[in-house]
């Protein structure tokens, strides 16, 4: 069993650190832009990003903003490129990205198996029932982040 911290608070992060219990974080795009801007200007957000990296002693998911595949593609691209020489960067991505009758309701699922492909591993999120789950695992995701409560 593996336990993450969900959050982008880094005194938060270091101080769950320091019980040796935690294994790997995860963040969203949200809740990182949150603690910056808290920060009041001191930090830009790639440099806080690099001490979260830092920070945590196993894999960080970083999440993808996108809803189209080939977007989530490039943005998760981007984001291991950059920060992955920091940490252990493990890429978030929604399991089922549709906002309504888009058509996009497997895209997280094509986004996925393309950046498994390419060697990038994936965390799949907003996984609500365990039928996601197995999917995710099927396309190829190193992680899955079920909600449960």
């Known amino acids: 069993m593996k336990i993450f911290i969900d959050s982008a608070e880094l005194n938060e992060i270091k101080k769950a650190c320091e019980w040796g219990v935690i ?11 949150k603690a910056v801007d808290e920060r009041k200007g001191r930090i830009a957000m790639e440099d806080y990003i690099k001490e979260i990296l ?22 998760a691209r981007l984001l291991y490129n950059k920060f992955s020489s920091y940490g252990e960067v493990v890429i978030k991505i929604p399991i089922n990205p549709s906002l309504g009758d ?9 986004a996925i198996k393309r950046l498994s492909e390419d060697g990038i591993p994936v965390n799949c999120t907003l996984v609500m029932t365990p039928e996601q789950a197995l999917l995710a695992a099927k ?4 992680y899955v982040s079920p909600f449960a409560g």
């Open 23 to 33: 294994d790997g974080a995860t963040t969203n795009p949200s809740l990182i832009k």
């Open 54 to 75: 830092k920070t945590v002693p196993g894999p960080v998911s970083l999440e993808v903003i996108a809803v189209k595949a080939e977007e989530m593609i490039e943005q």
């Open 102 to 110: 888009d058509g996009l309701d497997f895209d997280g699922l094509k």
């Open 139 to 142: 396309a190829g995701a190193s």
